[in-house]
């Protein structure tokens, strides 16, 4: 039976030692967690993945339902360059918090959280302000689509 994911929350591992899903599997620590390959991947800045990134000027603002797998990294310096393992796992706030329900509600709940505010280039996102915690759980946790507030960046003409 693998335990509940929430719980990498609290586990110290050298960030060097979880870079790849193989090298993760041969933890002790990590044996019994369910661990997937998208755990592993890259936390990026914008600059790393939108090229011509200068030419970008902000535009509308609006809400909108954001799948989970287009947000591709953080505006947040603490985590970016890192894997979204890594990312969690140096969390500080909210380490014991392995209630799966009551993250599920911070995730959706937008009446009693700060909204997740995400930067939108093309077609790909970044969480820029609120949000780290809960979109980087709602990864860990499977959820498709996260409630967002989008600010949608364009090139400038």
């Known amino acids: 039976m693998s335990r509940n994911i929430l719980e990498l929350k609290s586990i110290k ?5 979880v870079q790849t899903l ?5 933890l002790a620590k990590l044996k019994d967690f369910d661990l997937k390959e998208e755990y592993f991947e890259t936390v990026y800045h914008p600059a790393d993945l939108v ?3 200068a030419y970008y000027v902000e535009g509308e603002t609006y809400q909108a339902e954001v799948p989970v797998a287009d947000i591709k990294g953080t505006l947040h310096p603490s985590y970016y360059d890192k894997n979204w393992l890594v990312m969690l796992m140096s969390l500080e706030r909210h380490m014991d918090d ?5 993250v599920k509600e911070a995730i959706f709940n937008a ?4 909204p997740i505010h995400l930067s939108k280039y093309g077609d790909i996102y ?3 302000g609120g949000g780290n915690h809960r979109v ?6 499977g959820v498709e689509t996260v ?8 090139i400038e003409k």
């Open 147 to 154: 409630p967002c507030e989008v600010t949608e960046f364009v």
């Open 126 to 128: 970044f969480i820029n």
């Open 98 to 102: 392995f209630d799966v329900e009551k």
């Open 51 to 53: 090229k011509n990134i």
């Open 22 to 26: 193989a090298a993760a599997k041969r």
């Open 111 to 114: 009446k009693c959280f700060e």
């Open 136 to 141: 980087c759980q709602a990864k860990f946790l």
């Open 13 to 17: 591992i050298a960030s060097e030692k």
